[in-house]
């Protein structure tokens, strides 16, 4: 790369190390540690979008590509994938429950709000919500990872009651970083996308920020705006939902594709700029 594009690169990748280097750190995350796991997403990385087509790709060819010796190539290769699926798993049945019990008629009151529901039974219970959109996955441990998360609650007479619109885990730590790694690669990999000097059409990719705001606006802002953010989120969830397969299954097409979008606040104190 030359001096004129690395060095805006290399700024940019220093912004976005900060705050995932301060979670690392909170979390007792050595370099080592980090390090390795660097090198192997490198490593798959060049071996899956980096060959030549009509090729296999070869050791050598990741080394180069790489800057690692083929000796440190073949060592990462023999390591197992460095994530936890189990947990991304668990995320999203609960966000595919939440979103169907906030959209579906057949879970939803005379007033468009998400029914109270019987665990089981007859028509519309917590059992039938989670068979239709949770695939075969007991309704019990749905119900308790909703519970611990505090996004619904067993009222005395036995019925369920959703206590969020969204799922929040406030509690378990490894969903809380599941998010981290979703949200935050589907970010990047629009801005990837939008760098791409072949791009025929970019993504939208948008944001409105000022930087001398008092502390005393921050939570105005929060609470004009968030409600209206939900709402966008809540209408783009039912249009996708009438499109995706999984959920509505006479949906004709070609292809598999995941898409969505996402909103999000942010704040931070400019009175001490971070080099």
Known sequence: MDQKHQ??????????????????LRKGVSFGTFSDFAKWVYVDVAYREFGIKGRKQSTSRVSVITGLSRREVMRVRKLPRPDVTSSAERHNRAVRVIAAWCRESDFLDSKGHPATLPF??????????????????????VLDELIHAGAATRQDDGKISLLTQAYIPKHVEAHKLNILGTDAHHLISTIDHNLKPETAEPIFQRKVSYDNLPDEILPMFRKKFAPKAQALLESADRWLARHDRDITPTVKGTGRNRSGFGIFFFEESTSEKES
């Open 7 to 24: 060095k805006p690169l290399i700024a940019a990748v220093l912004k976005l190390l900060r705050p995932l280097t301060r979670i690392l």
């Open 120 to 141: 089981e039974g007859q028509g519309a219970t917590f059992s039938e919500l989670v068979k239709r959109f949770s695939g075969n996955v007991p309704p019990r441990a």
